[in-house]
């Protein structure tokens, strides 16, 4: 079955600073890859999902990821870090044909100091 | 056009109740989830229906959970003779198939 691992629970970074968040996965066929955000006191909101188009992908807010099929990565990046992305961040993954279930990390809580 | 809903936003139990939560995917979406978000937790998935094939249950906790969903559209999540460690902020997502999930705002459950 699929899963997904994402790499430390709280991640703190400067004002203007390099976002990364780390997301491994595993599924034995081509998955679907997914970020999520989830801003204090709101519901999650989808941020970029990959679907076997272009393994970079843009999402909204400056953010994007990258699928690399070697490292089984599907990181989270974002040249400078701003003050209003502090929130929390769910990596998901899901498998066409392997009913459709998509799968959540247990979240990346990122921190912004000033 | 609307999205998903739950009701009720927030629920406040004694500890022995039951409590049923709802929620209103968007329409013509086949699949549903619930999720259970408690604080340093993170998303715990819970059950998952999608169209008309029988739902996996096999997030849900204990055999106090169950939840069913109604001509593939409203689902109803109960927990019965709820305890303290049920409260958590209760979320429920529609998608078409793979597609994004849309999530409803929760339902946020505390039992005393």
């Known amino acids: 079955a699929q899963s997904v691992t994402q790499l430390g629970s709280h991640v703190s970074v400067s004002e203007g600073a390099l976002v990364l968040l780390r997301c491994n996965y595993s599924?034995?066929?081509?998955?679907?890859l997914f970020w999520y955000v989830q801003y204090p006191n709101q519901g999650l909101q989808l941020l970029l999902k990959?679907?076997?188009?272009?393994?970079l992908v843009k999402g909204i807010n400056g953010f994007e990821a990258e699928f690399k099929k070697s490292e089984t990565s599907f990181h989270l990046t974002k040249p400078s870090a701003h003050m209003s992305d502090a929130a929390e961040y769910f990596c998901?993954?899901?498998?066409?044909?392997?009913?459709?279930?998509?799968?959540f990390g247990k979240g990346t809580r990122l921190h912004i100091l000033p | 056009g609307a999205g998903v809903s739950q009701s009720p936003s927030n629920k406040v139990t004694e500890k022995g109740k039951d409590v049923e939560l709802r929620c209103d995917p968007i329409?013509?979406?086949?699949?549903l989830y619930w999720y259970r978000q408690s604080l340093g937790q993170g998303l715990e998935f819970l059950i998952y229906?999608?169209?008309?094939?029988?739902?996996?249950k096999s997030g849900l906790p204990s055999d106090r959970f169950s939840a069913e969903r109604t001509g593939g559209s409203v689902s109803t999540l109960t927990i019965q003779r709820t305890q303290q460690e049920d409260s958590a902020v209760y979320l429920c997502?529609?998608?078409?198939?793979?597609?994004?999930?849309?999530f409803g705002p929760g339902t946020r459950l505390t039992v005393l």
């Open positions: 997502a529609s998608s078409l198939s793979l597609n994004e999930q849309f």
């Open positions: 599924s034995s066929v081509p998955p679907y």
């Open positions: 990959y679907t076997s188009a272009a393994t």
């Open positions: 998901a993954v899901s498998v066409q044909g392997r009913d459709d279930k998509i799968i």
């Open positions: 329409s013509g979406h086949t699949a």
């Open positions: 229906f999608q169209g008309n094939s029988a739902p996996d």
